[in-house]
């Protein structure tokens, strides 16, 4: 639409089911491509994709057009089925139910980027739950601790 200008920057962050650390080094950069692929079809733009094992975060500028819900639903449902289809773990793959969504400013980017981009490292000192939590704390989210994650199997 003509004179709508927008600057919206989005990073969320999801788990696999239970938690499960299936998500291999090998084919790991093929999902994030297929994951950036995804978000940019829907008239967003990727900034940056990375994750280990278990959960992935994604930094997008996020195109008003589209809703955060509506963007994650397509992203999760298109990317399980791309890992199903191309049978890249033992059992049926799924996320977890849910997400974290933070935004950003414009002067933050490169931060939010370095941060996604070193998610092996930072996870050699911590886990996904207390870096969940941190988030959730930090952007002062209430939540409810039974909520947040499914008990791993």
């Known amino acids: 639409m003509a004179n709508t200008y927008h600057q919206i920057y989005i990073q ?14 090998e084919w790991r950069p093929k999902l994030f491509s ?3 692929n995804l978000i940019n079809e829907s008239g967003c733009k990727t900034i940056i994709i990375n994750g280990v094992e278990d959960h ?3 930094f997008f500028g996020l195109n008003p057009t589209i809703s955060i819900s509506e963007l994650m639903k397509v ?6 089925k791309y890992i199903n289809d ?4 033992k059992s049926r ?6 997400y974290g969504a933070f935004s950003y400013s414009q002067s933050q980017i490169d931060s939010v980027y370095k941060y996604v981009q070193n998610q092996k490292e930072h996870h050699k000192k911590q886990t996904f739950n207390k870096e969940y939590l941190a988030y959730l704390n930090k952007f002062k989210i209430q ?10 199997k």
Do not use: M, N, P
């Not at 793959?93 to 849910?98: I, L, V």
């Not at 939540?143 to 791993?152: C, M, N, P, S, V």
């Open 34 to 36: 297929v994951i950036g």
């Open 56 to 58: 992935i975060h994604c």
């Open 86 to 89: 191309h049978k890249l773990t």
């Open 75 to 80: 992203v999760k449902a298109k990317s399980s």
């Open 143 to 152: 939540y409810d601790e039974k909520y947040i994650f499914e008990g791993l």
């Open 93 to 98: 793959f799924e996320w977890q139910r849910g």
């Open 12 to 25: 969320v962050v999801f788990a696999v089911k239970y938690r499960r650390a299936v998500i291999e080094e």
